[in-house]
């Protein structure tokens, strides 16, 4: 590939997910909507309906979302009667994020959204699996920060980028 197609919209990779992901949080909507909840918040219990009792850094480092954008999700899931936070007795430092019975309880309410955006989509399990599993690949290996940008180029200086 030349190096001015790689400036094309077309070949950006990151264009792509930026869109699928506006586009899924988009159709999320009206189903959260449901739920008194935003999409975030919606990631946020995910993850405790999954372990029911985490620290607010391990829900940070979970969703990849820093404390900064995390707590004012969290105050708002307070305020709302799903979750409760407490800082350890032992470690003031610490703040465990817990569901409240309210919290609980709505995941029983939250259990078809998931099917309901896999309908939508239009793809067979095989695909969605596929699509699901190599996103995750990318975002592990982009976080693992493994590859040195001089393992891009071949021993001609020439791209290993493969066309699309």
């Known amino acids: 590939m030349k190096e001015d197609e790689f400036l094309k919209l077309d070949n950006q ?6 869109a699928a992901s506006r586009v899924l949080t988009k159709l999320y909507g009206p189903f959260l909507a ?12 995910l993850v405790l309906w999954e372990h029911e009792t ?19 999700l969290l105050k708002r ?20 994020v ?4 309210q919290g609980s309880a709505m995941k ?7 099917m309901e955006l896999f309908c939508r989509s239009g793809l ?3 695909e969605f699996q596929a699509i699901k599993q ?14 040195p940008p001089d393992q891009c180029a071949d021993t001609a200086g020439e791209s290993k980028i493969p066309d699309r």
């Open 77 to 96: 899931l307070e305020a709302a009667g799903l979750i409760t936070r407490n800082r350890l007795p032992t470690d003031e430092r610490k703040v465990m």
């Open 124 to 126: 067979t399990v095989e």
């Open 54 to 72: 985490l620290s607010v850094s391990d829900i940070g480092r979970l969703l990849y979302l820093d404390s900064g954008t995390l707590t004012p």
């Open 34 to 45: 449901k739920l008194n909840l935003t999409y975030p918040q919606y990631l946020v219990m």
């Open 134 to 147: 190599n996103v995750t690949t990318l975002l592990e290996r982009m976080n693992e920060d493994v590859h």
């Open 13 to 18: 990779l990151c264009f792509a997910l930026y």
């Open 98 to 101: 817990a569901l409240t019975p």
């Open 108 to 114: 029983q309410q939250a259990a078809s959204v998931p």
